[in-house]
């Protein structure tokens, strides 16, 4: 009985320690983040990193090797996290046109929610090891495929006129991943509004009559 | 008559001096535009720029006093070319969509045309000085006024859909400006035919009917 209670104990301070690693790990990431945004990866040091937190640089190294461990993570994540949203919308099993828009308004929110991350996403690749750079590279193909795919469908059903995907796909990534540049949280209009009108200008855009 | 002779030649050859100037200028700011957007500004030296060239550094400093200066005319060069582009177009006294449509094509050439330069112009604003910064600012904001003006006179029309401005206008900047990401010179399709898609999508998706 007494034992069952100390290991329960155990159990619940183990969690605890899991879920403060974890969100320690998220805070060190956010601001890699916007200082990576902000002044470029290579001007950004573990020392710069940790103190925008009040942290010793020992904390980030606790949790992450390197400079290149850090931005790596920030790719994985992005990576994760958009590749998780698209496969949940694509199987509600919508029509083309409502997939695609579901789609954009996606893309659009995940860039305005997370713009930083999103900066270097795109911006900074190079950065990367080659062999990391490869598996972005990749990532990238498909993440642009699930969008090509849904295009070409509202092309064979007559919905959408017959433009190249990668000129619409392309149209549609970069006019959504811009907000990271002019978006301001708060101000203005919000990520939904923003990301409706962009819905509606692709399929108005794209659609045969 | 032989003093005249003498001062013709010394013109022709003052006029091919400064044509070499210019031309030298030129291949150092295009070599330096390649090298700061592969690896970004904070990266690269006068050095990297002069030996990417074959040249040592002293022809570099011969032309630009510094990094700074080097990379301050590429943002000057830019803001001229785009400017005077605009306001050849906006002479030519089209109506609403038709104006906006060739804004739009223009605007897309110029990035297809130099890609380096506007992945710069856009992304290392960061690297100008404060007072280059703000001059920078203003002249973007200048750029992105003559398309919402000409937007909101597509409006008050009954032409164009009442989109907010800042919403179309960096939609639109966005679409073509991620060009410089994706579009190779000379596989796939021509500029043209790119620029003509994004003319199309944006003219239909913001049309009232």
């Given at each position: 009985m007494l034992e069952d209670e100390g290991l329960m104990k155990l159990k619940v301070r183990e969690e605890l320690k899991l879920k403060k690693q974890a969100y320690v790990q998220e805070e060190i990431l956010t601001a890699a983040a916007a200082l990576f945004a902000e002044?470029?990866?290579?001007?950004?040091?573990i020392d710069d990193i940790a103190s925008s937190l009040g942290y010793t640089k020992s904390v980030v190294y606790y949790y992450f090797k390197n400079k290149n461990q850090v931005l790596w993570e920030i790719f994985e994540r992005i990576h994760e996290a958009w590749s998780q949203d698209m496969t949940s919308i694509m199987e509600k099993d919508l029509p083309p046109a409502e997939l695609l828009g579901a789609m954009i308004r996606q893309h659009a929110l995940n860039v305005m929610g997370r713009k930083a991350w999103t900066a270097i996403y795109f911006?900074?690749?190079?950065?990367?090891?080659s062999d990391q750079q490869k598996i972005i590279v990749k990532r990238k193909r498909e993440y642009d495929q699930l969008f090509k795919t849904v295009y070409t469908k509202g092309v064979e059903a007559g919905i959408?006129?017959?433009?190249?995907t990668p000129v619409i796909v392309s149209g549609i990534i970069g006019m959504a991943n811009f907000?990271?540049?002019w978006f301001k949280e708060g101000?203005?209009?919000a990520p939904e509004e923003i990301a409706n009108h962009y819905v509606e200008i692709i399929l108005n855009g794209c659609r045969t009559a």
């Open positions: 002044t470029g990866v290579r001007a950004v040091t911006r900074d690749q190079a950065e990367l090891t959408f006129r017959d433009i190249p907000t990271h540049a101000r203005g209009l």
